[in-house]
């Protein structure tokens, strides 16, 4: 592939591309949504540490969340889903017929009927010596066990096999803290007519408030709808930091270039952000989503892990509990100068092809 076949799309190293010598390794995100608890430490933490202005606060009626999505003032962003026992077991369905989005190959076996877990039915479970009445259980069998059942190989056995099928909630939360994605192919990168975002020497992007025009080409650019110009809102009173400049998380260039974590990363209190060499966030990502499997969560599947997606793979890797959608993330984002080779021949052709239809016209006329 190219030089300038891997600034458009595939796999590639950001940062080399871009002229840095010796750049360290490539760094990233890797934000694990199935041990999220909601508690926004990160959203706080990014506010205070970037000095962002109070925006859009105030009863949305979206369940928990208040900051309804990211933007030029919001570079952390917590969603709260809320979730029924049918759509739980449409994920867990739909993550068995995954498409390639980077996940890990697991073969985890289907059980005919989904479980529920406040009340599994147990007509035709196997006899194993354990007691199959009692406190979110259904079905006949109060005589034929009881509690001084010992067997422990047998309990551990049962164990298992609830592990491997897993169990469908009458209801869950899935809780997502999402973040800019540091593209490997960058539109908003690509369209800055002012130089004004710019690669780092971590593979991340950057806007210099000093140099953005707000002319607001990469707000459009962006598949992900990260990019905002940031705009005063009601409520706000005096002047606003860098209002008319186009705004998103900087992957704290300041901190992480001194050796520290990303402010939200150092706030969160579950490890549900982690943060550090980009190959060792997708091992981890990849372990984790290994490790759902195995427990019989089918549903849990990688987004951004992916190289060879629209966008070259990106910076912040999450691991999911559902479809992306589910979480106002694009199933296919692909960045908006792909399609610049393809364009370019395609007018090239039809200049031809005007160029030859006048010099026919001319000649013609002289006849």
């Known amino acids: 592939m190219s030089f300038w076949q891997r600034q458009l799309s595939g796999p590639t190293e950001p940062a080399r591309d871009a002229g840095w010598l010796d750049a360290p390794p490539r760094q990233g995100f890797f934000t694990d949504t199935s041990i999220c608890i909601g508690c926004k430490a990160c959203e706080v933490a990014c506010k205070e540490w970037n000095a962002l202005p109070m925006d859009r606060l105030g009863m949305t009626g979206n369940s928990y969340d208040n900051s309804i999505s990211l933007g030029a003032s919001t570079w952390r962003h917590v969603a709260f889903v809320e979730q029924g026992r049918e759509q739980v077991a449409a994920a867990r369905e739909s993550g068995r017929r995954l498409i390639d989005l980077g996940l890990p190959s697991v073969g985890v076996p289907a059980p005919a009927v989904l479980p529920r877990a406040t009340a599994q039915r147990v007509e035709a479970a196997e006899r194993t010596g354990l007691p199959l009445h009692g406190p979110g259980t259904l079905g006949p069998d109060a005589a034929l066990v009881g509690p001084d059942v010992t067997d422990l190989a047998a309990a551990q056995d049962a164990a298992a096999r609830a592990a491997a099928t897993g169990t469908v909630p009458d209801f869950r939360w899935l ?17 800055c007519p002012t130089g004004s975002l710019f690669r780092t020497e971590f593979g991340t992007v950057v806007v210099q408030d000093d140099i953005c025009n707000g002319c607001g080409y990469c707000v459009a650019a962006c598949p992900f709808g990260v990019i905002e110009r940031r705009e ?9 930091k860098n209002e008319g400049i186009a705004q998103k998380c900087t992957l704290c260039y300041d901190r992480i270039g001194v050796g520290e974590l990303p402010a939200c990363a150092q706030a969160c209190p579950t490890t549900s952000i982690q943060f550090g060499d980009l ?39 999450f691991l999911l509990l559902d479809e992306p959608e589910v979480y106002g993330l694009p199933p296919d984002p692909i960045v908006t100068t792909a399609d610049l080779p393809d364009i370019f021949r395609r007018a090239g052709y039809a200049g031809l092809t005007m160029f030859v239809g006048a010099a026919l016209a001319f000649l013609g006329g002289h006849r």
């Open 175 to 191: 809780i997502a803290s999402d973040v800019c994605k540091h593209c490997t192919h960058a539109g908003c990168l690509d369209v």
């Open 279 to 317: 190959d060792q966030m997708r091992r981890r990502a990849a372990e984790r989503a290994q490790v759902l499997h195995e427990k019989g969560f089918t549903e849990a599947r990688l987004y951004g892990a992916n190289e060879t997606d629209g966008v070259g793979g990106t910076g912040s890797i």
């Open 232 to 240: 005063r809102h009601d409520g706000q009173t005096g002047a606003v």
